[in-house]
């Protein structure tokens, strides 16, 4: 009996173990066969603007997860996760940034097989699968709870957003389900012009005229240069090889030297004025003697260049010929703003150097002379500095760290655990000299690059990397080196959440060594330039997005606070803290570029008032908010400072197209379009900012607000355009986001708005109507195709076409007249092969539709049943 007994408890404990075995090892290959799903279930639940999601995890590996032995690690556009009303197998908690994990309840357990789901609820209307969870990889933990293994998740689907519980941000959301049918309706406001009514210069010249005749342009002719414009010539040419496969003779001096019968471009600087304008300003001629550019300085000459580039009829670019037609015609032109600017933050994603070269030549094709080059952001440094190697070592690497406050940075955007890993964006540097290269690179663009380090918030790579320095010289017993540039107070336990949901990525104010770290890295990128053999004369210092919380808790602070009474509470302090930089940057020679909050004062109520401090010193705000305090800009203006325009209702490359969920980007401040980069009027913004992020009109948020008053349209300095890259994956999303965004750009930038100061409704609309049709025929028939063809092809965005089905008849229209509509009836996708749409045409079956330039660049697929 006793034997009996021992023997059925021997089996018992032999089935338990076994069974623990399986439950404490799992090989790579074992957890990769474990599947998730992603579903965002509505945004239509209560409190409003609350969203709610679920994670299914099916186990199809021979490991049984239990309540400690694993946690899931995702990244996923950042947002508050709220407590769980209704008890879950695992809660989803926030740990900092866009960094989540999702831990088990003690009585989990997933037998292989199985499979479980999590529901979750959130703030913030979730209308993107760029929204969704990315990045995801499992923890497995050992029986002492130690960290053993790290497998990236191999099996990840995101449910397709199809309802409107999905696509709409709650009952608040005013906007239009993206339909076929919808974009039917918006579109048929256009119409397609002839090849004689596009504009065939972007942006618009001052003044252009055509004559009757041609000009054939062989490398019989030859490209004369004054002195010092050899690299515009040498671009030229380099230009004109690329079109026509052969090689222009370049030569100094001018068309005398030469046979007087012999066409020739001539490029050479003079005295002159357009529309007032005596700076960047050009002349063009193409006659039958040839081409004549003359510019008021270099960059005048560069930018009749890129007009003449421009008149190369597309068809050039589509079928190479080793000759080019060009139409007579004189054009005199000059820029509306000397600053015209595009900012790309590379510290969420990294792009590279290749990829940034291609983006300059870009901005120098639509003679933008500005390059706000984001180089440091709380998710990455990246940018090498002598004498700080732990910016690169640690900030420019992310990759699984073991809590937020580990000297290492965590995984952001979908980078996942691993550093580097290939098809990744998360980890990268530019080395010394790249950034030289990059500088010389834009330099021969007439591109000024600005640099940048955004304190005090903004800044955890900074910190990170410099807690990792410090660790490392306390080691080494070097104290007062490991302090040197140390950047937060070690016992702050102040308590607060950034824009971008961190909680640790504000310096301390009251540290020299903050002020010391920002001059090195001053000091060591002006050594850079000048290498390069240039000057840096601008530098930006970020500014923006100081939480509140923020250093309400820090014995260094609460010094300061005790010893300068005048400040007022932590509140104060971004103002000090800008107020203390800005004597060492002036005493540089720099002009100080910041977001709009380093000119701002904040109230203890958080409002923020223009701050009269540092007006007359070259202190220049950048306003991007007109979304939240819709006139601060024109009240910035009237008080005084030079501002640049970046207004993100307009201006943000990032906010996605549309709300079609699968339409990438961000949109908290709503929808941006190249429509509304085109029509912006920087002197009325009011008349050119429709709608609310939530589709609401805009008209009466404007009552009561300050319109820039006559006297100040001086101190609008310039525009920027914005790309922050949070959703910006490698090279073909940057692009995709970019164009054409960008010609709209453009166009604001460079050319006059008729229309702004047209006071009556009805006729300005009229007007932006009639001018945004003509513009967007010229981007679709004349300006994308080409972009396919140069540096190799860029990767530009063609608008899905609309479609409706009345009486048995389908319609079709784009945004963009002069595309080509492609449609298929068997559900196969359309190609460039495929019928095209030319009138209403009765069909059945499920109808595809695509888009397609002269190029072959295709849009995404529209969907219409016709029955």
């Known amino acids: 009996m006793k034997r ?17 075995g399986k439950s404490s090892e799992v090989s790579k290959e074992q957890a990769e066969k474990i599947g998730i799903s992603w579903k965002l279930v509505s945004n239509f639940i209560e409190p409003e603007g609350s969203f709610e999601a679920k994670f299914t995890i099916k186990n199809g590996s021979d490991f049984v997860l239990d309540g400690s032995n694993w946690k899931l690690f995702f990244s996923m556009s950042p947002r508050p996760i709220q407590t769980n009303k209704t008890p879950q197998p695992a809660v989803i908690e926030h740990i900092n940034g866009d960094w989540y994990q999702m831990i088990a309840s003690k009585d989990f357990r997933l037998n292989p097989g199985d499979s479980i789901t999590i529901n979750y609820t959130g703030t913030e209307g979730v209308i993107k699968e760029t929204d969704a969870p990315m990045g995801l990889y499992f923890v497995f933990y050992d029986k002492e709870g130690k960290e053993k293994d790290i497998v990236q998740v191999a099996d990840f689907t995101v449910e397709p957003f199809t309802t409107k519980e999905q696509i709409l941000r709650g009952t608040r959301d005013l906007m239009a389900i993206p339909t076929a049918e919808t974009r039917y309706k918006d579109n048929l406001a256009f119409t397609t012009l002839g090849a004689d ?30 002195e010092g414009l050899e690299t515009e ?24 030297t030469a046979s007087a019968s012999a066409p020739a471009i001539v490029l050479k600087t003079g005295a002159m004025s357009v529309n007032g304008i005596a700076k960047e300003a050009y002349k063009l001629q193409v006659d039958q003697n040839g081409v004549a550019i003359t510019g008021s300085d270099a960059a005048g000459v560069f930018y009749g260049v890129q007009s003449l580039l421009q008149l190369i009829p597309t068809e050039s670019y589509v079928k190479k010929s080793d000759s080019v037609i060009l139409g007579y015609v004189q054009v005199e032109d000059a820029p509306r703003f000397h600053f015209r600017s595009m900012h790309l933050d590379v510290g969420r994603n990294f792009q590279t150097k290749e990829s940034i070269k291609r983006v300059l030549d870009l901005l120098a094709s639509y003679k933008i002379n500005h390059f706000l080059f984001y180089t440091a952001e709380d998710e990455g440094w990246r940018l090498e500095i002598d004498g700080l190697p732990e910016l690169t070592e640690v900030g420019a690497q992310r990759q699984h760290i073991s809590g937020m406050n580990a000297p290492a940075m965590q995984p952001s955007y979908g980078s996942g655990p691993v550093a580097y890993d290939k098809g990744k964006h998360g980890s990268g540097f530019y080395s010394k000299a790249d950034f030289i290269e990059i500088l010389k690179y834009a330099n021969e663009r007439h591109i000024k690059v600005i640099p940048e380090l955004n304190f005090p918030g903004h800044a955890l790579a900074a910190i990170k990397s410099m807690e990792a320095r410090n660790a490392r010289l306390m080691k080494e017993g070097k104290e007062t080196e490991a302090n040197e540039y140390r950047l937060i107070d070690p016992d702050d336990k102040s308590v607060y959440l950034s824009a971008q949901a961190y909680k640790n990525n504000v310096v301390c104010v009251a540290r020299e060594s903050t002020y010391h770290f920002f001059e090195k890295v001053v000091d060591e990128i002006a050594k850079m330039y000048k290498e390069a053999g240039l000057t840096m004369d601008t530098f930006h210092t970020g500014g923006d997005e100081v939480a509140d919380g923020v250093w309400t808790k820090s014995p260094m602070i609460d010094k300061l606070l005790k010893e300068n009474p005048k400040l007022k509470g932590p509140k104060s302090l971004q103002t000090y803290f800008f107020g203390r930089l800005l004597p060492r940057l002036e005493k540089r020679n720099l002009k100080v570029h910041g977001w709009e909050e380093i000119a701002l004062t904040k109230t203890p109520a958080g409002a923020y008032l223009s701050n009269p401090e540092f007006v007359g010193h070259p202190v220049f705000p950048y306003i991007w908010n007109n979304v939240f305090d819709v006139d601060l800009g024109n009240r910035m203006a009237n008080d005084g400072y030079q501002v640049i325009l970046c207004n993100v209702t307009n201006f943000y490359f990032d ?8 339409e990438p980007g961000l949109y908290w401040a709503g929808f941006v379009d190249t429509r509304d980069m085109w029509t912006f009027s920087p002197y009325n913004m009011f008349k050119t900012t429709e709608e609310t992020a939530m589709g609401k009109p805009m008209k009466e948020e404007f009552v009561g607000k300050q319109l820039l008053k006559p006297e100040a349209r001086k101190n609008i300095y310039g525009v920027e355009s914005q790309l922050w890259s949070e959703t910006i994956k490698g090279r073909d999303m940057m692009e995709y986001s ?12 460079w050319t006059e708005r008729k229309w702004e100061n047209v006071a009556d409704d009805a006729t300005r609309t009229k007007m932006i109507r009639e001018g945004w049709n ?7 028939q004349r300006h994308l195709p080409r972009l396919r063809y140069q540096n190799g092809g860029y990767n530009y965005r063609i608008p899905m076409p609309g479609a409706v089905l009345e009486n048995g008849e389908l319609r079709a229209n784009v945004e963009l007249p002069g595309l080509t509509i492609r449609y298929t009836t068997d559900g196969s996708e359309p190609t460039a092969n495929s019928t095209a749409y030319t009138a209403p045409i009765r069909l059945v079956g499920k109808i595809k539709l695509k888009s397609f330039d002269a190029a072959g660049t295709a849009s995404r697929t529209s969907e219409i049943a016709a029955k």
């Open 655 to 662: 906010m996605s197209y549309d709300n079609d969920p699968k």
């Open 4 to 20: 009996t007994f021992h023997f059925q408890l021997f089996i018992l404990c032999l089935i338990f173990l076994i069974s623990c």
């Open 197 to 226: 009514q596009l504009l065939k210069i972007i942006p618009s010249p001052v003044k252009m005229t055509s004559g009757a005749g041609t000009f054939t342009l062989t490398s019989k002719a030859n490209v004369f240069y004054q």
């Open 738 to 749: 970019i164009l054409p965004k960008l010609l709209g750009f453009a166009e604001s930038a």
């Open 774 to 780: 003509v513009f967007a025929n010229s981007v679709a």
């Open 233 to 256: 010539a040498k671009l030229l040419i380099e230009k004109l090889k690329a079109v026509t496969g052969t090689d222009f003779p370049i030569q100094k001096g001018s068309p005398q």
